[in-house]
């Protein structure tokens, strides 16, 4: 297994698109693509898995209904069940109403502040990381396809400026 | 073109003619004098063991003597058809309203996704007129003294009512029907005139008849929301006249907007089922289901808020109205939610569940029987207490509305092209995909 990768840069995000489907029916395999802003349907092309993120936001958010739940359970009708305002704190169901805003907010609370933190390390984000660019112009105006070399180099550059990429770059890792 | 089918024409036939048939049995089965409620009384007493047959706790102070008790439950039983019938026609007519709202708002809001099917909603609204005329009538027939579904037309009662004195300068007959034609007349006059410029439209292709549309969508949306929130005062809070909601006409306008919602995704699924729409996508069908889903929880958020508001600061003259209907509506009262929130949000929330039909169904099905329960419980308290029962003359009165609501909806919905060729969304719509 070598460890050289073709980098081609692209100008135009529809050249990018196009560049993709025929790299992958050219059976080259696409490590990475790096691009400046979102470019719709790009995974698609890419053939990624869909995420799942939404699947943990909502399983966080019933952890939070739970919470929730038990915590004005506990404090409201288990530990203390004061007479306040002539609210009736004999059994939740009684009480219910009352404590609806606050489940609700711990459903929202923790269905959104989980999934981003599941976001930030599923994708490897945090402070003080030091930035994974392979070139500083894709964060501004180009898009970079990286590929693992296959085969000869030359006929493999020559592909890649088939695909319209305005610079075919070999490096090695 | 889309053609009527014959089943479906005597499918819609078959609905109307069960439901006259079981609303005459309800007007004919209710009681006439105090002596048949006082043998209907003893017979429940024996059945269900005084399940319902305990009715000292229908409010008014009045009750010990018996005789004003089985009066008071005549007038209940008498009112039962009555409710019956005018349940399911405002129902029924506020859904092809929420559809013309929808339109409207489609409209003025320019959007790129729905111009596929507004040849549906077009056709769908056209229930309109003829549910607004036999909702009218209803009106009259009460106010001529025909029921007691409100009690503040009613001078016997108001003459001892310092309360609903205080109304009068609002809760009038003249100036309520005379409120009554302004609100069904604006929306009436709309829906004709859309109609006509959407076919003028689609005949020219002048873009000047689109323009006039959106105008008087964006004017429509503003008498729209003025007027749908008195006649939800007027025409459901006005039968508790003694009690008062600040948010009412949003709720009402809730609960019929995600019906009317459901209705054009139901009506979108068959027709597309038979092969009439042909650029409606599973995207198309995406959306719809997301506003049946956000407007499901939208329903409940205003739900909420009304009867938590009022839980919460237990006043006896707001509170009664909830207190009744938890101890004599317990079961449609909760189970509403379960219909309108819960199963919605459980069915709807997966985006490739919105995309099959038979969830949207499922779904769809769901919400509409909640709202007509909804409806139920909004107007059933004030009139029929603690008499009531959802038995044939209810099913049967919305059987006759839903299947005029089918007749008269598809047959609009025959008499143009099912694509408006020339709207300048139209295109866009075409290939809508999410």
Known sequence: MSNKFIHAIYNDDDVLLDAVKETRSAHHHIEEIYTPFPVHGLDKAMGLKPTRLAICAFLYGLVGLAFGTSMMYFIMIVDWPQDIGGKPSFSFIQNMPAFVPIMFEMTVLFSAHLMVLTFFFRSKLWPFKSAENPDVRTTDDHFLMEVALKGDEDTAIEFFKGTGAVEVKVIEK | MYTLSKNLKTFAFILMALGIIGIAYGFFSAPKTTAEVEQILNEQAHHDGGHHADHSEVSDADHDAHQKHLEHVLTQMQNKPWTAVYVACIFVMLVSLGILAFYGINYAAAAGWSPVLFRVMEGLTAYLLPGSIIFFLLLIASAAGGNHLFIWMDPAVVEHDALIQGKTGY??????????????????????????????????GDLTFHKKMFKASAGFLAFFIVTESMASWDWIMSIDTHWYSTLFGWYVFASFFVTGITTIAFSTLYLKSKGYLEFVNTSHIHDLAKFMFGLSIFWTYLWFSQFMLQWYSNIPEEVTYFIFRIQEYNLPFFGMLLLNFVLPLLLLINTDFKRLSWIVVMAGTCIIVGHYLDFFIMISPGTVGGSWFIGVPEIAALMFFIGLFIYVGFTAISKAPLLAKNNPLIEESKHFHY
């Open chain 2, 171 to 204: 809760l009038n007959i003249p100036f309520f029907f005379i409120r009554a034609i302004i609100f069904l007349g604006g929306w009436n006059l709309y829906r004709i005139y859309m109609r006509k410029q959407s076919l003028k439209l689609d005949e020219t």
